[in-house]
């Protein structure tokens, strides 16, 4: 029914096209929250709503970047399109490479496809029908028997995630490894990190395409400390705390 290569396509044009002004002198400017917007968001809004829009005209979207919708208009659709233009604005104002273009799309509560792309990287993650890919090509999760890799937050690690990070316990040598945006998730899914705890405020937008990535290859994110599968298209956009992972041996760190 949805076309993975179609969304994949509409993520890389967005993401050279934030990548082109990235490579340039812009404005940044400052929404009420005070968390700053640059004309690489806008631009990439707008290919994305557009090109989705050409594609799936009758399905919603939900972008950062927009005009929220009342949770009355929403809240019994089918499908949904979730959408973040440019995860890790931080990253992109202070030149780090590790910012995203996020597409995911929603059945009910829970996302079923995801593309996240960071042009910076030339890393493209996408996910569909329990099939993962990276850059294109498909994968399956392999579990790690070595270190156990914990991944935080570059720009918004806190003293509560820390302390989390501190609690953990494991038989493994423990790393820490930072990355920015919903990168963090998505190298979950392919294994090159094992859990990534984050006790501050996110939106699920931030979450959403990443987390479809991770579904499909077998990794979950719980609630913390509930520790209970997270839930999308919720009258709250705000995301509660939470522990993402994709590591078989969750419980006994979690204890």
Known sequence: MFNLKKIEEIALKAGLAALDIFNKSYNIDYKEDNSPLTQADLASNEIIVNELKKLYPNIMIISEENKQIEYEKRKDEEYIFMIDPLDGTKEFINKSKEWTINIALLHKNKPILGVVYAPCLNELFSAYNNECFYNQKKFNFVE???DLIIVASKSHLNSKTQDFIASIKSTKNIKIKNFGSSLKICYL?????????RIAPTMEW???AAYAVLINAGGLILTYPELKEITFNKQDLLNPDFIAYCNKKIDEILK
Do not use: L, V
Request: net charge neutral; aromatic share 6%.
């Open 144 to 146: 790690n028997k070595d």
């Open 189 to 197: 899914a392919i294994n090159k990190a094992h859990i990534y705890p």
């Open 206 to 208: 931030d979450i959403a």
